[in-house]
């Protein structure tokens, strides 16, 4: 009666439902590609070398299960790993991916998804190289005044060395510099950076440098202070961009994420704009920030601006 009892509360546990998922090479191949990107069917095809019935197949199955979610861009779905996962079930894919993502075929997987990411940097990139000099109207119309972070000023130590993480034109650089001991700018574009230069030009404690969010030319521990403004949607890969900032912050630094609420606002913003990412739900960001082991995390919805055009923001911090 015990052995009897003892299995049905076993065959009754979530913990087995989702080992099933797991049990599958397919599917933990797909769950180590959605985790931190989105990708469609014939996307996934075209890396995993495999048909699209296969794949469909598969994917219906992690979904039905409460592993991926899809969201819908136009006539395509783009697929990601669930932000919501339970604790729990996020701590076993966590053991199962530390153990797989050194194998060959899922750095093989890697490797082939590489030119599908690097053709969504290229999209980004071209929108800023065409857009620097309209790109402070642009950015005010679609978002609002929240995008100045005007309020937060005050509060920043007037020791600290804070860095503007994607600066583009350095409207914010420029207005945190007066109340920082030293400001950093960062971007990847040069048409970009070569309008912050001229906003920058009597500031003697503003530096800019060239460079990628996912490597950032900082050293260790050299910020105090983080600020990612209505960027990180631009970045393929968001994980490696938290965990580089966690290098360059020093013991109890800060990062402020202010980015979209995720939204369904379709294909305009990642055709037009370069977005990859149509925003973020908390659970997410927060999952990515625990994972590079930031504390103390807390999550704000803004309130809508009358005259955004845009989506909902939020603004996000925590404490390195």
Request: net charge negative; with cysteine; aromatic share 8%.
């Amino acid at each position: 009666m015990f052995i009897f009892t003892f299995m049905n509360i076993l065959n009754a546990s979530p913990i087995l439902e989702r080992l099933n998922a797991l049990g599958d090479g397919t599917r933990t191949r797909m769950l180590a590609l959605l985790d931190g990107s989105e990708f469609t069917v014939s996307e996934l095809c075209s890396v995993l070398q495999m048909p699209q019935p296969t794949v469909s197949r598969h994917l219906k199955t992690l979904a039905n299960e409460g592993w991926v979610k899809a969201r819908t861009e136009g006539r395509k779905r783009h697929y990601h790993l669930n932000p919501q996962l339970e604790e729990s079930t996020r701590a076993l894919w966590r053991i199962v991916n530390n153990e797989i993502r050194e194998l060959p075929v899922y750095r093989a997987d890697a490797e082939r998804a590489q030119p599908v990411l690097d053709e969504r940097r290229m999209r980004a990139s071209a929108f800023f190289s065409e857009s620097a000099v309209e790109w402070d109207r642009a950015r005010a119309e679609l978002f609002g005044s929240a995008t100045g972070l005007g309020p937060l000023l005050g509060l920043i130590d007037p020791t600290w060395v804070v860095g503007d993480l994607g600066c583009g034109t350095g409207a914010l650089t420029a207005r945190i510099t007066p109340f920082a001991r030293r400001t950093i700018g960062i971007d990847r574009s040069p048409a970009m950076l070569s309008t912050a230069k001229a906003r920058l030009s009597d500031m003697a404690n503003a530096e800019l440098r060239c460079g990628e969010l996912e490597s950032l030319p900082i050293d260790d521990k050299e910020l105090d202070l983080a600020i990612l403004a209505l960027v990180l949607h631009y970045i393929v890969d968001p994980r490696q961009v938290l965990s580089e900032v966690r290098r360059t912050l020093a013991p109890g630094g800060r990062v402020l994420v202010l980015d979209m609420r995720r939204h369904d606002r379709g294909a305009s913003f990642s055709e037009n704009m370069g977005h990859v990412w149509p925003g973020f739900e908390f659970e997410q960001l927060e999952a990515w920030l625990k994972n590079e082991e930031f504390s103390s995390i807390r999550f704000h919805e803004l309130t809508h601006d009358p005259d955004a055009s845009g989506p909902l923001l939020f603004l996000a911090s925590a404490s390195a």
